[in-house]
């Protein structure tokens, strides 16, 4: 008896000289602010105060700390992600969904293969389950303010839209399960078509980084999948494209996101009322969320809802996912945010939405370094970090501007430091916010042409990779990111007293199904 005490003595001291050790050497490392495994801010040490420990917050912070800050932490977290993702790509295994090309017909339902399925009833928290499809993922997305990025870091009718969203029994693959893949067979609009990948129009020798630069116009990455190809899940609700190792997200239900695009939309309108001599601008992005790729589907239902939500008075365009190619030609395999393709496109869409088809487009390169890979917040959920992009970004000869950051003089994004072979190393690293710039609550650009409107944007982290293109057309560009804005500034922000002061007639809403229905980007003071 006394033995066995003796041992669970030696095993808790053991236990509580490793933590303390663990702990005690933090200062000799340093406090880490941030984790790139996890994509968010790290809990510093919390400074102690007689309050603080009253109201309970010094203990309670001092908690997050020590989980945050603990030596190997980051290390133990990584192996934990790791053996979860490969514990649910072995389950993946035990069931398939293989979607065969049929005539399309009216009344052609989506069905399962019940007695397959029975051979097989764990769902594996329903990954490939058309209650799957539905996704808690709408409501995880709008409750994380950051959209995976770390605070530090941080003339077109309504006729142009779809009118006819697709309805269920519209639907025309049947699922049958069969394998550990889910394979589609379509047919192609071309299937002759062939997919040239862009020659460069120049390679630069920089520091010893070779750099292509290509012309975003006509820049192609070279995607052409629409035939063939076979989804595969990997657990977290994300999927991947086999072919190409995109990761996808499931759409969001109908359920999750006509709440929020009710109260965006009405939010939007009001001013509109309250502010009849100011124009109006929408553009909406599409992603992953938007589509189906399960049915190769591409209905367009959550922007075609948010657009008869709208004040006509709104101008809006939008960017379309139409097919497999699309996707994968526009965004990052790893990451949520689009490619310098797809940022190029939404800078055209953003400026002849508001100027009109006849403006002058700035001469845009695509830059893509050779050998720099990017593991974006996909890659990070699903901890695999085998997969990887080409980094790539936009690059422009500007006049000279000048930028305030909060107010404050400084330089927005660091694309010249990237020109010159001066980026992080680092596995993991988020080129996307380091390279475009992080997210504020406030960036001003004045590019001193007088003769030319103010615009003001609001945007997420999507809308950071172009902005000093659009405000290059303008005299002075505001762009506000509202999830930061009070924290960054002191105060809410007051719209009407804003466009004011500023002499604001020009204002745009730019961004992806995160930005029009995440509740913090609300303006909640529109007649001051």
Not at 197 to 205: C, N, R, Y
Not at 242 to 264: C, F, G, Q
Request: hydrophobic fraction near 35%; glycine fraction near 6%.
């Amino acid at each position: 008896m006394r033995c066995v005490m003796r041992r669970h003595i030696a095993f808790i001291f053991l236990f509580l000289i490793i933590l303390i050790s663990l702990v005690a050497v933090i200062p000799i490392r340093g406090v880490k602010s941030v984790s790139y495994i996890e994509n968010r801010d790290l809990q510093p040490f919390p400074s102690i105060t007689f309050q603080s420990i009253i109201d309970t917050s010094y203990q309670q912070n001092l908690e997050k700390a020590l989980s945050d800050q603990l030596v190997f932490g980051e290390n133990f977290k990584s192996t934990y992600n790791y053996i979860k993702s490969l514990a649910l790509k072995s389950m993946s295994a035990f069931y398939t969904v293989s979607i065969e090309k049929k005539p399309q017909t009216a009344h052609n339902p989506v069905k399962v293969d019940n007695e397959a399925k029975n051979q097989n009833s764990a769902e594996h928290d329903g990954e490939l389950s058309q209650s799957g499809l539905k996704s808690a993922l709408g409501e995880s997305l709008n409750e994380n303010a950051s959209e995976n990025t770390t605070s530090s870091e941080r003339n077109e009718s309504n006729n142009n839209f779809a009118t006819e969203p697709a309805k269920p029994d519209e639907i025309t693959s049947p699922l049958n399960i069969q394998g550990n893949t889910i394979t589609h067979n379509t047919e192609d609009t071309d299937p002759n078509k062939a997919a040239i990948e862009t020659k460069p129009d120049k390679v630069v020798d920089s520091s010893g980084q070779i750099m292509h630069f290509y012309d975003a116009l006509t820049y192609n990455a070279g995607f052409s999948t629409d035939v063939s190809y076979k989804i595969i899940p990997r657990g977290a609700n994300i999927l991947e494209i086999n072919s190409s190792n995109h990761l996808l997200y499931t759409p969001v239900a109908a359920d999750i996101y006509m709440p929020l695009l009710e109260k965006r939309a009405a939010c939007y309108n009001k001013l509109v009322k309250d502010h009849p001599d100011v124009n109006f601008y929408l553009l909406y992005i599409e992603t992953d969320i938007d589509a189906d790729f399960f049915n190769c589907s591409f209905p367009h239902n959550i922007l075609n809802n948010y657009v008869s939500l709208l004040d006509p008075k709104i101008k809006h365009d939008k960017l379309l996912i139409q097919s497999v190619s699309d996707y994968q030609n526009l965004f990052f395999k790893t990451d949520h945010h689009w490619n310098a393709k797809g940022q190029f496109e939404g800078y055209k869409k953003a400026i002849q939405l508001i100027k009109g088809e006849n403006e002058e487009l700035i001469d845009i390169s695509i830059v893509q370094i050779e050998g720099l890979k990017t593991n974006g917040s996909k890659s990070r959920i699903i901890n695999d970090f085998t997969i990887s992009d080409d980094f790539t970004f936009l690059w422009a000869e500007l006049p000279s501007y000048s930028t305030l950051i909060n107010g404050k003089e400084g330089i927005y994004g660091k694309k010249s430091d990237y020109l010159k072979g001066d980026y992080p190393k680092e596995d993991g690293s988020n080129h996307y916010g380091n390279c475009n710039g992080w997210d504020y609550g406030i960036v001003e650009y004045g590019f001193n042409q007088p003769g030319k409107d103010n615009l003001l944007m609001f945007i997420d982290s999507f809308g950071n990779s172009v902005l000093e293109f659009i405000a290059a057309h303008f005299n002075k560009t505001y762009v506000v990111d509202l999830r930061y804005y009070e924290k960054e500034n002191g105060a809410p922000f007051n719209f009407k007293e804003f466009i004011t002061e500023n002499d604001v007639h020009e204002v745009l809403f730019f961004g992806p199904y995160y930005f029009h229905t995440n509740e913090l980007h609300l303006i909640g003071n529109s007649g001051g």
